[in-house]
């Protein structure tokens, strides 16, 4: 398996092959991908946006400038979610 140096490979499957890998963008703005296709953006260290099933979606919740700016720029056209959502996605990491 071949990794990105700025790649982080969270766990190990079945099948030797990682459960989801993290992938800076940008000063305090990470993606999580899980191996179903989920994404999931953090901003800092808080789930805030997420493409799921075929939809993005973002948190309702209002934060600071910046992460409504890495919201904006990961996920143009997304459905609000509350944030209850976010943290029970990626609850038990």
């Known amino acids: 398996m071949r990794r990105n140096r700025s790649d982080a490979v969270l ?6 092959e990682p459960k989801m890998k993290l992938k800076p963008i940008a000063s305090n703005m990470t993606e ?7 994404l999931v953006l953090f901003s800092y260290e808080t789930p805030v946006a997420c493409w799921k099933d075929g939809l993005f979606s973002v948190t309702d919740k209002k934060w600071s400038k910046t992460t409504t700016r890495h919201i904006n720029k ?4 997304a459905i609000l979610q509350p944030q209850d959502y976010f943290d ?3 609850k038990g990491i």
Request: glycine share 10%; aromatic share 10%; hydrophobic share 40%.
């Open 11 to 16: 766990g190990i499957n079945q099948e030797r």
């Open 32 to 38: 999580l991908a899980f191996t179903d296709g989920t």
């Open 74 to 77: 990961w996920a143009h056209c």
């Open 88 to 90: 029970n996605l990626v």
